[in-house]
């Protein structure tokens, strides 16, 4: 018997769209999914155009969050992207697809999650993509990737656009970067070129409800609820005092303001994302119980680490005249070491951090 899901959109409760995608008047699912980013927009310009990353910040498909006053960088606030369309933040990023760095997946294991280690996750990595190799005009211009660690059957498009036919910028930044003592490799060490999430063949954004939701959306036993926000987390056991918190299903509003319970007989998966997910936790129960104190929200489950030490990278722009024009895509990148940077000082440089 196939499971019954349904995938919430866990959006603030101020904003709404218009639905293209009806909920079924079913309450009860097997597994609910919070979290999915914003309308069903598979048209849109802004989504699928592969060479116009960074025009769609600041658009109707961009939450656009403000972030508190940032301490360290005089108390600016900050603008945090994320997407408002089915599929999240893929729908606006820069569709860069790499592999995390093995020290990065083993540091888990090293602070005691055993198992969490990056030779275990390698076949999960391979499991969820499918590599396009490159054309010989692409391996020309930069591209190459390691046939050892790339899939060849998942869900998710990776590869790189039919556009990047000049191959003189990747020459010459090659050469450079080998000059600083930087080494080229195919994968993503040294000096390399990104893959990215795309259809080569379509030539649009491989977006994660493209991969993962669109090839699946006529399932009778699969549930899209558009202009529905995931308020909370309800628990079997609502205070925790007999036992694991147990999830029962989510309180959500819908579009017309009216609150609704949806059940889940097996399981709930928050995945609204690195900013909104804590915040639901939070309503849920989950957190530092001073901060839920503060909002007279009952302590569920004592995790005082929710919420706190986002890492976000920062977008940092360097322009450069040039007595040469290039017509190019693709996102060429330096790995630098620290060594590479600082030298000699590199030990003096780690200890004043």
């Known amino acids: 018997m196939s499971a019954k899901i349904c995938f919430l959109l866990a959006m603030l409760a101020r904003i709404h769209f218009f639905s293209l995608v009806f909920a079924a008047s079913t309450t009860s699912y097997d597994y609910i999914i919070v979290g999915g980013g914003g309308q069903f927009r598979p048209q849109n310009p802004l989504v699928h ?9 600041g658009s109707i498909i961009d939450y656009a969050y403000q972030s508190a006053p940032q301490t360290y960088v005089g108390n600016k606030v900050e603008t945090m992207r994320a997407g408002k369309a089915l599929g999240g933040t893929t729908t606006i990023n820069g569709m860069s697809y790499t592999h995390a760095e093995e020290i990065q997946i083993d540091a888990w294991q090293w602070i005691g999650n055993q198992g969490w280690t990056w030779q275990n996750l390698v076949p999960y990595y391979k499991k969820g993509e499918i590599i396009q190799v490159p054309t010989p005009a692409q391996y020309s211009a930069g591209a190459n990737y390691n046939s050892l660690y790339n899939g060849k059957s998942g869900p998710l498009l990776v590869g790189w656009t039919w556009d990047m036919q000049n191959s003189t910028v990747h020459a010459e930044l090659r050469s450079t970067y080998e000059h600083l003592g930087i080494l080229y490799l195919p994968d993503m060490h040294g000096y390399s070129m990104f893959s990215r ?3 080569r063949a379509e030539n649009v954004r491989e977006d994660a409800a493209r991969a993962y939701y669109y090839p ?9 609820m558009l202009n529905t926000t995931g308020n909370r987390i309800l628990w079997a056991n609502q205070t925790g005092t007999f036992g694991p918190a147990v999830a029962s299903g989510v309180e959500v509003t819908l579009s017309d303001g009216t609150i609704e319970t949806i059940t889940a007989n097996k399981d709930v998966i928050l995945s609204a994302g690195s900013l909104i997910s804590p915040v639901i936790l939070e309503r849920s129960g989950v957190g530092n119980p001073e901060v839920l104190a503060q909002h007279s929200i009952l302590l569920v489950v004592n995790l005082t680490t929710v919420g706190e030490n986002l890492q ?3 977008n940092t722009k360097f322009i450069y005249t040039s ?4 017509a190019v895509q693709g996102t060429y990148l330096g790995h630098p070491t620290a060594y590479d940077i600082f030298g000699s000082n590199t030990t003096n440089v780690a200890n004043d951090i």
Do not use: E, H, M, W
């Not at 592969?50 to 769609?56: E, F, Q």
């Not at 007595?323 to 290039?326: A, D, I, L, P, R």
């Open 49 to 57: 155009n592969t060479s116009a990353y960074g025009t769609a910040f």
């Open 216 to 224: 699946f959306a006529s399932k009778p036993n699969l549930s899209v």
């Open 312 to 314: 976000n990278q920062i």
């Open 197 to 199: 999430t795309v259809n």
């Open 323 to 326: 007595n040469v024009s290039y």
